[in-house]
């Protein structure tokens, strides 16, 4: 019985990988395909919705016609995808990730708090709903937004005058573009690594980086981003930091929240081929704890 759950179990974790690799190759092929403004997904809803939606013009004009308010209906902004679609999107990385960091930013109350390249309207928008932040981006940001405070800058590069800057950063899903060129950036292969290095500097001693990235494989995904093995973010942190909290989204989009991290969890990505680490780091020194050693 044992020997069989064994190789049940090799079985479905070969199945799992084989199927994480089609769904990457097709997510591959779709990503050329939007690179040229060609969605497949939206044509083939667009093909499904069509007839339904010409049907519906024309009821919706007979009606009117019949026994609505004299008003111009226009054969103008077909949406024709809506009604296959979910009511909203309640998983993948950024729906948790900026959730989660919000919310143990909001338990924490640092005195200040700065973002590194995170998504405006998504996380940042979360924390400016209950306190100010500072955002430093490599791209200019038209804002003029309460609790928005934004500074262009290339955190890849020099960053003179911001040592200990603050006890509380985050940089969601940002450092895999560092160096890449997507974003007008010199292109520069130690992007991530001088990135880094910089986010270490602008914390306080005893302060919180909270950091994700993409997990899985090591590799560069041109010019898309970069996709880390975990020994190399942990390896990162090296002495610098010791590790609070680590979560996770699979492949799948769902959220595995402040899990235990063993060898083989680390060694294997959690199983995950593009996943989303999410890691919670405290700055080691004066006012910090020992906690647990990222290499650990």
């Not at 990385?93 to 959730?99: E, G, P």
């Not at 960053?159 to 160096?179: K, P, Q, T, W």
């Not at 997990?215 to 981003?225: Q, T, V």
């Not at 294997?268 to 910090?288: A, D, L």
Request: positive net charge; proline residues 4%.
């Amino acid at each position: 019985m044992i020997l069989h759950d064994d190789v049940s179990k090799r079985i479905t974790g070969e199945s799992r990988r084989q199927n994480n690799r089609f769904l990457y190759r097709l997510r591959t092929a779709n990503a050329w395909l939007l690179a040229f403004g060609l969605n497949i997904r939206d044509f083939v809803s667009g093909l499904r919705g069509f007839p339904r939606f010409v049907l519906q013009y024309f009821l919706l004009r007979r009606q009117v016609a019949r026994q609505g308010p004299p008003v111009r209906v226009r054969f103008t902004m077909p949406q024709l995808s809506d009604r296959f679609a979910e009511g909203g999107t309640a998983r993948g990385h950024y729906f948790h990730q900026d959730l989660y960091v919000a919310r143990k930013i909001h338990e924490r109350n640092p005195r200040k708090h700065v973002d590194i390249g995170s998504r405006i309207d998504g996380f940042v928008a979360h924390v400016a709903a209950f306190r100010p932040v500072e955002v430093f981006d490599v791209r200019p940001v038209a804002s003029n937004v309460k609790n928005i405070q934004f500074r262009q800058m290339d955190f890849a590069g020099d960053i003179s005058g911001l040592n200990g800057y603050s006890d509380s950063v985050s940089c969601l899903h940002a450092l895999e573009h560092f160096g890449l060129g997507r974003y007008g950036e010199p292109l520069d292969v130690r992007g991530h690594l001088k990135g880094f290095e910089n986010l270490t500097r602008i914390l306080k001693k005893g302060g919180i980086l909270y950091l994700s990235v993409p997990i899985g494989p090591e590799r560069i995904d041109f010019n898309a981003h970069r996709v880390f093995d975990m020994s190399t973010i942990l390896g990162l942190a090296g002495n610098s930091f010791n590790l609070v909290a680590f979560s996770f989204v699979d492949d799948a989009g769902d959220f595995h929240e402040d899990v235990k991290m063993t060898e083989n969890d680390r060694g294997s990505n959690f199983g995950c081929h593009y996943g989303c680490g999410i890691f919670e780091f405290k700055k080691r020194g004066k006012g910090g704890d020992r906690g647990r050693s990222p290499s650990a």
